[in-house]
């Protein structure tokens, strides 16, 4: 069966959802995990929009080898001299190029006349070329371009060495009818296109990116850009979750496959979720919290006598597990070891040791210990951002009649600091109190609260988005005390601030 190329752009476009930002470890991070889903193509940045970008690209190149490489770039030489510098180290890298093509952007955006785009693309293909061994070529905004200039400008950027074609629609704008004509119209009207690669690349402004997508497949499309609970720009880009379990639950239908590794799909959403932020919505196909919970008595039982009366897929295909064996206060290190194996942990024996302790902690204030529950413990104890400030100690006093106050004993390195603060409620004096000891000027943007788990014993977990003026950060804090949860997201928050800023 002939494969549908998977190319994520999380780490690209996904990097562009508002209020987010990755550090380069972030991006590793997800990198690694990606390759472990087998996508084939990773966008890793867009190495000239900054220095840290930059080392992000060279980074990934470096250390992640299975997928191909892509960094983006306008088609001007600085920008594809800095995507080739980036992409050094890559086993297989690939710059992917891109330029505007619809009047509304070449008027007002580039205000350059078509002739001096098509001059442009073929310039930047050419010049891509000799910076690496595959060239993508993206005329932006195709969707709303003239079909019979998008189609020389394609035309030109594979006479340049273009091996691979991406039609974006940029806006979001398409319908799936529209888009897969527009998709059938390149391949009959442009030459040699059974030499390229047809790739796609759609947004969700109409909630279309993913019907848009699997459409254009219809029309000759082979590659799909898209990404991890469908973040990015505006209301984001195709989903990766919803494409890849559509390709294989519909395989009848749509007759292809792809590489992914769909059981590492729930895992990887959990990742990026936690990475930017970005709560996924319950209802989310694929990895909401909802999507395989049946909630109706005819559906349950159904379900109860045969699962496919009402599930078109299983949790397991795309690694959500029912947990087997419970883990509780009663469990030594052998059981916990073989279930952060199974969970796909590879930890030193001092990460391990940590987490092991952290556990116990956490299992002498909840009965049971859920293999979520485990995943924000390592995840904390791995976190590579250094913990210049650590809380040692909280104290808050509120309620309807009094002031609420807040005392802290935050930990920099040999030094200990206590402050006390009073605010609005318990967590805004706690964040004042916090705020007298780093000396920060952080102003709170977001602020959430969830249960990780369910029961009333649940640890709560704290996001927090907060900004200064290096830029906006977000911190996470788990506990199953929420004043708790929340100042440690505040201080995690401050120190990946800190950690940005030395970088
Ligand atoms: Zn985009």
């Known amino acids: 069966m002939e494969r549908i190329i998977i190319f994520d752009t999380t780490l690209r476009d996904g990097e562009q959802s508002p209020g987010v930002g990755f550090t380069t470890k972030e991006k590793l991070e997800i990198a690694k995990q990606l390759e472990k889903l087998r996508v084939d193509v990773i966008e890793a940045g867009f190495p000239a929009s900054s220095p840290g970008d930059f080392e992000a690209v060279r980074e990934v190149s470096r250390e992640v080898k299975n997928p191909v490489i892509t960094a983006l770039a306008r088609a001007v030489p600085s920008d594809i001299k800095k995507a080739g510098e980036a992409l050094r180290e890559a086993r297989k890298g690939r710059i992917h190029v891109f330029i505007a093509t619809s009047p509304i952007h070449m008027k007002y955006k580039l205000k350059k006349t078509p002739a001096e785009v098509l001059r442009l693309a073929q310039e930047g293909v050419r010049m891509a070329k000799e910076y690496a061994s595959e060239v993508e070529f993206s005329p932006e905004d195709a969707s709303r371009s003239d079909p019979a200039f998008l189609y020389?400008?394609?035309?030109?950027?594979?006479?340049?060495?273009?091996?691979?074609?991406?039609?974006?629609?940029?806006?979001?704008?398409?319908?799936?009818?529209?888009?897969?004509?527009?998709?059938?119209?390149?391949?009959?009207?442009?030459?040699?296109?059974?030499?390229?690669?047809?790739?796609?690349?759609?947004?969700?402004?109409?909630?279309?990116?993913?019907?848009?997508?699997?459409?254009?497949?219809k029309g000759g499309a082979r590659q799909i850009e898209c990404t991890i609970n469908g973040i990015g720009e505006r209301a984001g880009n195709a989903s990766l979750e919803e494409i890849v379990m559509a390709l294989k639950t519909r395989q009848d239908f749509f007759e292809f496959s792809t590489n992914v590794n769909t059981s590492e799909i729930y895992r990887t959403s959990r990742l990026v979720s936690r990475l930017t932020g970005m709560p996924v919505q319950p209802n989310k196909a694929i990895v909401g919290r909802n999507a395989f919970r049946h909630a109706a008595g005819i559906h349950q039982d159904g379900v109860l006598k045969e699962t496919t009366t009402y599930e078109i897929m299983t949790p397991s295909s795309i690694g959500l597990e029912e947990g087997e064996l419970v883990l509780g206060k009663l469990s030594g290190r052998h059981a916990l070891k073989e279930r952060l194996r199974r969970l796909g942990f590879r930890l030193t024996d001092s990460q391990f040791e940590a987490v092991f302790k952290t556990f116990k902690e956490l299992a002498d204030k909840k009965k049971e210990v859920f293999d979520e529950d485990l995943i924000f413990i390592v995840e904390e104890q791995t976190f590579h951002i250094p913990e210049v400030y650590s809380l040692e100690y909280i104290h808050t006093v509120s309620g309807n009649q009094i002031l609420p106050t807040a005392t802290v004993r935050i930990r920099k390195k040999d030094e200990v600091f206590q402050e006390a603060a009073c605010g609005d409620g318990p967590i805004d004096a706690a964040y004042k109190a916090i705020d007298r000891v780093t000396g920060l000027k952080a102003n709170l943007l977001d602020y959430s609260i969830r249960s990780v788990t369910g029961g009333k014993d649940a640890l709560g977990e704290v996001m927090v988005k907060i900004e200064t003026e290096d830029g906006i950060v977000t911190g996470r804090g788990v506990s199953t005390d929420i004043i708790e949860a929340s100042a440690k997201a505040y201080i995690n928050a401050i120190n990946r601030l800190i950690y940005r800023r030395e970088k």
């Open 152 to 217: 020389e400008v394609i035309s030109a950027a594979i006479e340049e060495g273009a091996g691979i074609i991406n039609i974006p629609d940029t806006v979001g704008y398409s319908v799936p009818e529209e888009f897969r004509a527009l998709i059938q119209g390149i391949m009959k009207n442009v030459p040699d296109m059974e030499k390229i690669i047809l790739s796609v690349h759609c947004h969700n402004d109409l909630g279309m990116a993913t019907a848009n997508s699997l459409s254009a497949i």
